[in-house]
């Protein structure tokens, strides 16, 4: 089992920058594959970022590559996303998701949201024009 809380979103002006964490608990963490995802209203759940269990492997969203990284501290049970030059349709809820796994995050699969057995309530992330 893995449960996950994520914090750090808010309410930011286009160009600006956000850093959001979530905090695992549970065994498996540290040999999970974690996942961010995004939802905004109305649409489907999208996604954002994955990092393999040891960090040593990435994968990114088109819509985000360059502006957007994704890290892990496995000895704090935490995955971050550090979020640069945000503009408004980044606005969504943001959401962490664990698949315990050891593969490398290149496969498009985990790009797929079922694949993920744990998730995050979800920050919110809203960034004004």
């Known amino acids: 089992q893995v449960q996950l809380v994520e914090s750090g979103g808010g309410l930011v002006q286009a160009g600006a920058s956000l850093r959001l964490s979530c905090a695992a608990s549970g065994r498996t963490f540290s040999s999970s594959a974690m996942g961010w995802f995004r939802q905004a209203p109305g649409k489907e759940r999208d996604f954002v970022a994955a990092i393999n269990w040891s960090g040593g492997s990435t994968s990114y969203a088109d819509s985000v590559k360059g502006r957007f990284t994704i890290s892990r501290d496995n000895a704090k049970n935490t995955v971050y996303l550090q979020m640069n030059s945000l503009k408004p349709e980044d606005t969504a809820v943001y959401y962490c998701?664990?698949?315990?796994?050891?593969?490398?995050?290149?496969?498009?699969?985990?790009?797929?949201?079922?694949?993920?057995?744990?998730w995050g309530q979800g920050t919110q992330v809203t960034v004004s024009s």
């Open positions: 998701a664990a698949h315990p796994t050891v593969q490398s995050v290149a496969n498009n699969l985990f790009k797929i949201p079922r694949i993920y057995e744990y």
